[in-house]
């Protein structure tokens, strides 16, 4: 009975013990698993918080850019109204006079030499206009298209149309308004430069909660995935990703370019 009596008591302890090791292992295995969490919940803060910075210092970056291009553009809007277009008015002015001052059978071989320095001169004056982030702010996003449309026009194209779908709102933030025009204007420009169109179009879709802007041209086109990326097509990328705005291109050889930016109102 004794010896009986001492292996229950011995197997009771054993299971006490073992029923204690195993909640030992439990507590520690338990400690184990909310450190290892804990640990990713901090690492993954961490790299969230990293990849916030670069973002946030990528962002400073990209916006002192446009900044100062915006600055330097304003400075040679300037330059070609108050100097160039002084010139050319001069110009003009000392060709009349000349014109006055000899026989009539000679005036006539000025009449080209005029008309080109008088065209020269509304040139350059449009193209100040353009480049001055002032005026665009003063005349507006859709009549600075507009006219950025007109002067490529009378340049080569046999038609630069703008169209406008919606019923058109205003711009929480007036500085975006000269970010998607000098985005508009960089892919007109690479088309007078590069796509050897004859016509452009620009459509604004005015929508809820977004503008829809999509411009094209009908020129040679190119393949969209072996084109290098030149510094027009990242400058582009970079001003619509400072607004938040979605940025498209597509192209085929024979195609032309499409470019679309959705751009969030909100």
Do not use: C
């Given at each position: 009975m004794i010896q009986a009596k001492e292996q229950i008591v011995s197997t009771t302890s054993e299971r006490h013990l073992l029923v204690y090791m195993i909640l030992v292992l439990v507590v520690i295995t338990s400690l184990v698993i909310v450190f290892f969490v804990v640990f990713q919940k901090r690492k993954n803060k961490l790299i969230l918080d990293k990849i916030k910075q670069k973002q946030a210092f990528e962002e400073e970056i990209?916006?002192?850019q446009t900044e100062t291009q915006e600055q330097t553009l304003k400075n040679v809007g300037w330059e070609?109204?108050?100097n160039v277009g002084q010139l050319l008015s001069f110009a003009s002015m000392q060709l009349s006079i000349l014109k006055m001052q000899v026989s009539d059978d000679i005036k006539d071989k000025f009449k080209?030499?005029?008309?080109?320095?008088?065209?020269?001169l509304k040139e350059v004056r449009a193209l100040s206009r353009t480049l001055n982030n002032e005026v665009i702010l003063n005349i507006g996003f859709e009549q600075s298209v507009y006219n950025e449309l007109e002067r490529l026009k009378k340049m080569k194209f046999a038609s630069a149309q703008k169209h406008?779908?919606?019923?058109k709102r205003p711009f929480n933030n007036k500085k975006h308004e000269i970010i998607l025009f000098r985005i508009i204007q960089e892919f007109l420009s690479n088309s007078v430069k590069y796509s050897?169109?004859?016509?452009?179009?620009?459509?604004?879709?005015y929508q809820p909660k977004n503008l829809i802007i999509t411009a094209k041209d009908d020129g040679k086109g190119f393949d969209i995935k072996t084109v290098e990326k030149g510094a027009g097509l990242l400058n582009m990328k970079s001003r619509a990703s400072l607004i938040n705005a979605d940025f498209e291109l597509k192209s085929e050889v024979g195609k032309g370019?499409?470019?679309i930016i959705t751009y969030p109102f909100n």
């Amino acid at each position: 009975m004794i010896q009986a009596k001492e292996q229950i008591v011995s197997t009771t302890s054993e299971r006490h013990l073992l029923v204690y090791m195993i909640l030992v292992l439990v507590v520690i295995t338990s400690l184990v698993i909310v450190f290892f969490v804990v640990f990713q919940k901090r690492k993954n803060k961490l790299i969230l918080d990293k990849i916030k910075q670069k973002q946030a210092f990528e962002e400073e970056i990209a916006q002192a850019q446009t900044e100062t291009q915006e600055q330097t553009l304003k400075n040679v809007g300037w330059e070609l109204h108050d100097n160039v277009g002084q010139l050319l008015s001069f110009a003009s002015m000392q060709l009349s006079i000349l014109k006055m001052q000899v026989s009539d059978d000679i005036k006539d071989k000025f009449k080209d030499t005029s008309e080109a320095l008088k065209e020269s001169l509304k040139e350059v004056r449009a193209l100040s206009r353009t480049l001055n982030n002032e005026v665009i702010l003063n005349i507006g996003f859709e009549q600075s298209v507009y006219n950025e449309l007109e002067r490529l026009k009378k340049m080569k194209f046999a038609s630069a149309q703008k169209h406008t779908i919606g019923e058109k709102r205003p711009f929480n933030n007036k500085k975006h308004e000269i970010i998607l025009f000098r985005i508009i204007q960089e892919f007109l420009s690479n088309s007078v430069k590069y796509s050897e169109a004859e016509n452009l179009s620009v459509t604004l879709n005015y929508q809820p909660k977004n503008l829809i802007i999509t411009a094209k041209d009908d020129g040679k086109g190119f393949d969209i995935k072996t084109v290098e990326k030149g510094a027009g097509l990242l400058n582009m990328k970079s001003r619509a990703s400072l607004i938040n705005a979605d940025f498209e291109l597509k192209s085929e050889v024979g195609k032309g370019v499409e470019m679309i930016i959705t751009y969030p109102f909100n």
